[in-house]
């Protein structure tokens, strides 16, 4: 039977990780190139990425700066009453690999 899935995948550098008591979360820049009048200009997309226990202890051993893998599926979520509903899409890790170490060293 067909699966039907939300999935993403990111490559990028981390901004942040934030360690919460059972998640953890990571901002990842994903950097995209976009006309500029005669040149090119980078554009970097900020991604917000929720690990779980079967990534968190590869997150917390990666660092600021770090060119990262990292694939997942997607969530929406809402909260709040009436008018005031306010709507969320998760990233949520599935994968997570350090692919450079922000140093150089690999």
Known sequence: ???NIAEFRIIGRIGKITPR???IY???AA?????????W????????VVGFSNV?????GADKGDLVHI???MRETSHGEGNEIAYRT???ADTFSVLAKAGGEQ
């Open 41 to 48: 200009k980078s554009d970097p997309h900020w991604n917000s």
């Open 21 to 23: 008591d059972k998640v």
């Open 1 to 3: 039977m067909p699966q």
């Open 71 to 73: 694939t997942g599926r």
């Open 56 to 60: 968190r202890e590869q997150i917390e």
């Open 26 to 28: 990571v901002t990842v």
């Open 90 to 92: 998760e990233l949520i």
């Open 31 to 39: 950097n995209y190139n976009r006309r500029d009048g005669d040149g």
